[in-house]
């Protein structure tokens, strides 16, 4: 499956917790609220379709001088069905 698809399948499960969708470089990045991080990653694993089931990589981004925040950036894949979506969530400095 695209990556722009899993978005809009996040969008579409959870319109009140995707913040932003990205695309660049055939790569869509999910900006999403930070309370729910837990749910909308175990939805993306435990969804048939999707079946992420790999955590590729998962990184901090200081943006502090930008935005007075982290992020927290999850990379998943899923490896039965070889696809990718990057999940992130900005965490307040404080």
Known sequence: MEPMAIAHMLETR???DVLQVVESRGQA???VQRDHIQEICG???DSPELMMDHLLDLCGVDYCKKFNAFEVVYH???IPLRH???IRARIPAE
């Open 14 to 16: 959870f319109p009140y």
């Open 29 to 31: 990045g999910v900006v």
């Open 43 to 45: 939805w993306l694993h």
């Open 76 to 78: 998943l894949y899923s």
């Open 84 to 86: 990718m979506i990057r």
